[in-house]
């Protein structure tokens, strides 16, 4: 498609359309048997096994389902350690008795497969000969159809294990961690009096993303290979304005937008919200809530479903954190809940002074958790790309803290100095000690500053990048909170036992935990240095590199606390820790490497090219008889100039390059992340500078790469 051309989407119907290729409840009804979609959905409720007959019976309904819906292939569709998801695709095709070709789909191929497992990361879990790997069924998450130009392949959402037992993916400790955070809440429940079956976490993702018009990304090496661009000089114009967030979606994006959304609603996701972001080119998707391991297959779906759309609309998808220096940068705000059986939002405020203590003891567990485990969630989130987004002026800064708002913050405050609350009609009622108010909902402020933030129902963590898996930061948040739930399900149990009543034990906990985690609570602008200086003073963590983040992974407490929940084994754990690190540095590499190339040759050469004209253009200049000396001497200047630059620009090239071997020979992981961090990347912002200077002085004409102010507003 030509620029300025539109690829117009037929537009959905949203009830007609939406979840029609996935192997949905009405779906499961009409092929499978009634007592096998009873038996299944069963399982799916309330957990179980699944035998070999009910795998027969439903392995033979989802291969009609497909057949129906132009399949020929299926797939186990999984999420290893490499951030996205992987496939392998088998089509249907067998023979029968005769040696007649059928359509065949077996029950052992609906819940297993076996997959190389050696060329996935594992951290040292699997070595290169030990090849092999299984996946297995998730019957939690639904089973879709994707389809494309050649035809559609059912996909099968599973788990992907090691031959010894060990998770190899993103969903099997996601699963785990459910089964936690699940159990540690009905414990809680059960003391209040609950009697719901079951408590699960739910999500709902926001996803940012730039789009860039497909003719300049195809001219720019570094997007093309890091997801970035390593040099570029700021646009005159950018984001100072304010005019993009929120603005008027202009015609082209718009018909993007539907046609993904189209995309999106036959693939039963949830796309709710659509808007300008702040940036130029930037944009947001967000959705409903969803159970957790739904939403998280639900947001690689979106990316992969959005990357896809783009290109029939001339445009390449960006996910990287900070693709455009100068300007904000993507990430994902993850909102996240608990929600009991009966749909109840366990971080709801209640309507009686009873659901408001069972609900304080919730927020608590949340808030404490992040005290305890800060360190633990700034650890999931650190990669080399979102070292350049946390901290901006777009994104909250490394140290981990919660805001609740003034008159949560007032209310936990004044209970915790046994104090009564006064308020006016637009505040909450009365607080006594031993009774608690009605607390309304969206009773305070948003501060999006905070990397953790409770906004009215729920608490939104903003620091995840817009590539990442949000699997490990809903795992994370599931263990931490479990922990602290058991935590104070002992003291207010203990508490019981000691003779107290019931209110008298919980307020007893509350009281102590509210002045326990009061570090990690703040109200301000986290973006100011003054945040930095008060956050050291609390003894709150803050490590702006991924190398010192990640080593909070194997942090013995919090290695106890996922051991202990049952979510990952050491052995797991550790194996995660060395495959960041072994990211970190490969990333890090491969931007020095590109960034070799296209200053030797790209930049480089353009820029000789113009220094030729410029010097040829000063030397004729002096032939002029007439010039004075001073004339003659801002000549030169323009020459001198340039020259030293274009110097100052090989100077920095040899001296990357002696970085990038001197890495070669670091043997340590350890010290080879270190030496990306403390060597490559300095070394690279420098020549950057350079280059960027050398781009604003140099004839456009002879510049090989397109500049930010077009990529951002030519389209």
Same mark, same amino acid.
């Given at each position: 498609?030509?620029?300025?051309?539109?690829?117009?989407?037929?537009?959905?119907?949203?009830?007609?359309?939406?979840?029609?290729?996935?192997?949905?409840?009405?779906?499961?009804?009409?092929?499978?048997?009634?007592?096998?979609?009873?038996?299944?959905?069963?399982?799916?409720?309330?957990?179980?096994?699944?035998?070999?007959?009910?795998?027969?019976?439903?392995?033979?309904?989802?291969?009609?389902?497909a057949?129906?819906?132009?399949?020929?292939?299926?797939?186990?569709?999984?999420?290893p350690?490499?951030?996205?998801?992987?496939?392998?695709?088998?089509?249907?095709?067998?023979?029968?008795?005769?040696?007649?070709?059928i359509?065949?789909?077996?029950?052992?191929?609906?819940?297993q497969?076996?997959?190389?497992a050696?060329?996935?990361?594992?951290?040292?879990?699997?070595?290169?000969?030990?090849?092999?790997?299984?996946?297995?069924?998730?019957?939690?998450?639904?089973?879709?159809?994707?389809?494309?130009?050649?035809?559609?392949t059912?996909?099968?959402?599973?788990?992907?294990?090691?031959?010894?037992?060990?998770?190899?993916?993103?969903?099997?400790?996601?699963?785990?961690?459910?089964?936690?955070?699940?159990?540690?809440?009905?414990?809680?429940?059960?003391l209040?009096?609950?009697?719901?079956?079951?408590?699960y976490?739910?999500?709902?993702?926001?996803?940012?993303?730039?789009?860039?018009?497909?003719?300049y990304?195809?001219?720019?090496?570094?997007?093309?290979?890091?997801?970035?661009?390593?040099?570029?000089?700021?646009?005159?114009?950018?984001?100072?304005?304010?005019?993009?967030?929120?603005?008027t979606?202009?015609?082209?994006?718009?018909?993007?937008?539907?046609?993904?959304?189209?995309?999106?609603?036959?693939?039963?996701?949830?796309?709710?919200?659509?808007?300008?972001?702040?940036?130029?080119?930037?944009?947001?998707?967000a959705?409903?809530?969803?159970?957790?391991?739904?939403?998280?297959?639900?947001?690689?779906?979106?990316?992969?479903?959005?990357?896809?759309?783009?290109?029939?609309?001339?445009?390449?998808?960006?996910?990287?954190?900070?693709?455009?220096?100068?300007?904000?940068?993507?990430?994902?705000?993850?909102?996240?809940?608990?929600?009991?059986?009966?749909?109840?939002?366990?971080?709801?405020?209640?309507?009686?002074?009873?659901?408001?203590?069972?609900? #304080?003891?919730? $927020?608590?567990?949340? /808030?404490? &958790?992040?005290? %305890?485990? *800060?360190?633990? @969630?700034?650890?999931? !989130?650190?990669?080399?790309?979102?070292?350049?987004?946390?901290?901006?002026?777009?994104?909250?800064?490394?140290i981990?803290?919660?805001?609740?708002?003034?008159?949560?913050?007032?209310?936990?405050?004044?209970?915790?100095?046994?104090?009564?609350?006064?308020?006016?009609?637009?505040?909450?009622?009365?607080?006594g000690?031993?009774?608690?108010?009605?607390?309304?909902r969206?009773?305070?402020?948003?501060?999006?500053?905070?990397?953790?933030?409770?906004?009215?129902?729920?608490?939104?963590?903003?620091?995840?990048?817009?590539?990442?898996?949000?699997?490990?930061?809903?795992?994370?948040?599931?263990?931490?909170?479990?922990?602290? #739930?058991?935590? $104070?399900?002992?003291? /207010?149990? &203990?508490?019981? %036992?000691? *003779?107290?009543? @019931?209110?008298?034990? !919980?307020?007893?906990?509350?009281?102590?935990?509210?002045?326990?985690?009061?570090?990690?609570?703040?109200?301000?602008?986290?973006?100011?240095?003054?945040?930095?200086?008060?956050?050291?003073?609390?003894?709150?963590?803050?490590?702006?590199?991924?190398?010192?983040?990640?080593?909070?992974?194997?942090?013995?407490?919090?290695?106890?606390?996922?051991?202990?929940?049952?979510?990952?084994?050491?052995?797991?754990?550790?194996?995660?820790?060395?495959?960041?690190?072994?990211?970190?540095?490969?990333?890090?590499?491969?931007?020095?490497?590109?960034?070799?190339?296209?200053?030797?040759?790209?930049?480089?050469?353009?820029?000789?090219?113009?220094?030729?004209?410029?010097?040829?253009?000063?030397?004729?200049?002096?032939?002029?008889?007439? @010039?004075?000396?001073?004339?003659?001497?801002?000549?030169y200047?323009?020459?001198?100039?340039?020259?030293v630059?274009?110097?100052?620009?090989?100077?920095?090239?040899?001296?990357?390059?002696?970085?990038?071997?001197?890495?070669?020979?670091?043997?340590?992981?350890?010290?080879?992340?270190?030496?990306?961090?403390a060597?490559?990347?300095?070394?690279?912002?420098?020549?950057?500078?350079?280059?960027?200077?050398?781009?604003?002085?140099?004839?456009?004409?002879?510049?090989?790469?397109?500049?930010?102010?077009?990529?951002?507003f030519?389209?």
């Amino acid at each position: 498609m030509k620029n300025g051309e539109l690829n117009k989407p037929a537009v959905p119907t949203i009830p007609n359309s939406f979840g029609s290729n996935v192997f949905t409840d009405a779906a499961m009804k009409q092929y499978l048997p009634y007592k096998a979609y009873l038996r299944l959905t069963e399982v799916v409720r309330k957990g179980g096994r699944i035998d070999e007959q009910l795998a027969e019976e439903v392995a033979h309904g989802v291969k009609e389902w497909a057949l129906a819906r132009g399949a020929t292939h299926y797939c186990h569709w999984f999420q290893p350690m490499t951030g996205a998801t992987a496939e392998k695709h088998d089509s249907f095709l067998s023979y029968d008795a005769k040696g007649q070709p059928i359509a065949r789909f077996s029950g052992k191929n609906l819940i297993q497969g076996e997959p190389d497992a050696s060329s996935f990361p594992s951290g040292g879990i699997r070595a290169t000969f030990e090849a092999r790997g299984y996946t297995a069924w998730d019957p939690t998450s639904p089973i879709f159809v994707v389809e494309n130009a050649g035809g559609a392949t059912i996909c099968i959402p599973t788990i992907f294990l090691s031959y010894t037992g060990e998770a190899l993916d993103e969903k099997a400790p996601l699963l785990r961690s459910n089964e936690a955070v699940g159990k540690a809440a009905l414990r809680v429940l059960r003391l209040f009096g609950g009697a719901a079956a079951r408590v699960y976490p739910t999500v709902g993702a926001e996803q940012e993303y730039f789009l860039l018009d497909k003719q300049y990304f195809d001219r720019r090496p570094d997007l093309v290979l890091t997801g970035r661009t390593l040099f570029g000089a700021r646009s005159p114009k950018d984001q100072q304005m304010e005019d993009h967030y929120f603005g008027t979606i202009k015609e082209r994006i718009l018909c993007f937008m539907q046609d993904a959304e189209a995309e999106l609603y036959r693939l039963g996701i949830p796309a709710k919200t659509r808007h300008n972001e702040v940036a130029p080119m930037q944009f947001e998707l967000a959705t409903l809530y969803e159970e957790s391991n739904i939403a998280c297959d639900h947001n690689h779906l979106i990316m992969e479903t959005m990357k896809k759309v783009a290109l029939r609309h001339g445009f390449v998808l960006l996910l990287h954190e900070k693709p455009f220096a100068g300007v904000n940068g993507s990430g994902k705000h993850n909102n996240w809940s608990l929600a009991d059986g009966e749909g109840r939002n366990l971080l709801e405020p209640g309507a009686t002074p009873h659901d408001n203590l069972q609900f #304080l003891v919730f $927020l608590m567990a949340v /808030v404490s &958790a992040v005290h %305890q485990y *800060g360190d633990l @969630l700034r650890a999931w !989130v650190a990669s080399a790309g979102n070292d350049h987004r946390l901290g901006a002026s777009e994104a909250p800064p490394a140290i981990m803290s919660v805001f609740l708002g003034e008159q949560l913050t007032r209310i936990l405050d004044n209970i915790a100095a046994k104090r009564q609350h006064q308020v006016t009609d637009q505040q909450i009622i009365d607080l006594g000690i031993a009774k608690l108010p009605v607390i309304s909902r969206d009773n305070t402020d948003r501060n999006r500053t905070s990397p953790f933030a409770f906004t009215g129902s729920k608490f939104e963590f903003s620091a995840v990048g817009a590539p990442q898996s949000i699997a490990p930061a809903n795992y994370t948040l599931n263990t931490i909170v479990a922990a602290v #739930l058991d935590q $104070l399900a002992d003291a /207010v149990e &203990a508490g019981l %036992q000691g *003779g107290a009543d @019931l209110n008298s034990a !919980v307020m007893a906990v509350l009281t102590e935990a509210i002045e326990r985690s009061r570090p990690a609570r703040y109200e301000g602008n986290n973006y100011e240095q003054a945040w930095e200086q008060e956050a050291a003073r609390r003894g709150l963590s803050n490590k702006k590199t991924t190398p010192l983040a990640l080593a909070d992974l194997v942090a013995e407490k919090n290695v106890a606390a996922f051991v202990r929940a049952g979510v990952f084994t050491r052995r797991e754990l550790e194996a995660r820790h060395h495959i960041q690190l072994e990211k970190y540095c490969k990333t890090v590499r491969i931007e020095a490497e590109t960034a070799l190339r296209m200053v030797r040759t790209m930049i480089l050469p353009a820029c000789l090219e113009h220094q030729h004209s410029v010097s040829y253009a000063v030397s004729a200049i002096t032939m002029v008889p007439e @010039l004075d000396q001073m004339a003659m001497q801002t000549q030169y200047a323009i020459a001198r100039r340039y020259t030293v630059l274009v110097s100052e620009l090989e100077r920095q090239t040899l001296a990357l390059a002696d970085k990038l071997r001197a890495g070669d020979a670091v043997a340590d992981p350890a010290q080879l992340d270190q030496h990306c961090c403390a060597e490559l990347i300095p070394a690279m912002a420098a020549l950057r500078r350079t280059v960027d200077a050398l781009e604003e002085q140099s004839d456009r004409r002879k510049w090989p790469l397109p500049q930010y102010w077009e990529m951002m507003f030519v389209y």
